[in-house]
């Protein structure tokens, strides 16, 4: 059974930096593409990102919104996905989904995701 | 980057009933399109791919149709457990994007 497991989600305060970290299993990580969705609250699905796998050299794509400031990257020994976030702004508050990245590439599997608050 | 609208934003029908939601793409994304559906409080769930293909699991009851820019996600008969936010998403370009979501309820 696939499954994802978000953490780190806190409150942080403007400008601050956050990793978000997701434990995947019960599938060959390294094999697949991986995404980081949010959702504000109350609001509605809003794409971060994308981290291809080893094949496609690990590359990234972002939202033009987090772009330069979040980072996706992955340790597929550990079978672990991360999102580093600085420079936070109140807007980046969230609940922030891992996603596996299926064939073709939409996402298949979510996690129950985690909370980021940025508030002062 | 290709927006996607759904309409409508929301819906309330009768248990039994057919009820049809619609996406449209801002250009043309052949068959790249995605829906999930989202019960309160929990996390997204994929339904159909490839605009008309079902994820393993999902019952029949969901389909999906479509090419081009206007899709549709179609639940053949409504039942209290369908009561959820549904949303399609395009992956046929960066930056990947989400329509802004159908709520269903019962009537």
């Known amino acids: 059974e696939v499954q994802l497991v978000e953490s780190g989600g806190d409150l942080v305060q403007p400008g601050g930096s956050l990793r978000l970290s997701c434990a995947a299993s019960?599938?060959?990580?390294?094999?697949?593409?991986m995404d980081w969705v949010r959702q504000a609250p109350g609001k509605g699905l809003d794409w971060v990102g994308r981290i291809r796998n080893k094949a496609n050299s690990y590359t990234t794509e972002y939202a033009a919104s987090v772009k330069g400031r979040f980072t996706i990257s992955r340790d597929d020994s550990e079978n672990s996905l991360y999102l580093q976030m600085n420079s936070l702004k109140t807007e980046d508050t969230a609940v922030y989904y891992c996603?596996?990245?299926?064939?073709?590439?939409?996402?298949?599997?979510w996690g129950q995701g985690t909370l980021v608050t940025v508030s002062s | 980057d290709i927006q996607m609208t759904q309409s409508p934003s929301s819906l309330s029908a009768s248990v039994g009933d057919r009820v049809t939601i619609t996406c449209r793409a801002s250009?043309?994304?052949?068959?790249?399109l995605a829906w999930f559906q989202q019960k309160p409080g929990k996390a997204p769930k994929s339904l159909i791919y490839?605009?008309?293909s079902l994820q393993s699991g999902v019952p029949s009851k969901f389909s999906g149709s479509g090419s081009g820019t206007d899709f549709t996600l179609t639940i053949s008969s409504l039942q209290p457990e369908d009561i959820a936010t549904y949303y399609c998403?395009?992956?046929?370009?960066?930056?990947?994007?989400f329509g802004g979501g159908t709520k269903v309820e019962i009537k």
């Open positions: 996603t596996r990245v299926g064939d073709p590439h939409y996402s298949d599997h």
């Open positions: 998403q395009q992956y046929k370009i960066y930056p990947l994007t």
């Open positions: 250009q043309g994304i052949s068959n790249f």
């Open positions: 019960g599938f060959t990580f390294s094999d697949h593409y």
């Open positions: 490839a605009a008309s």
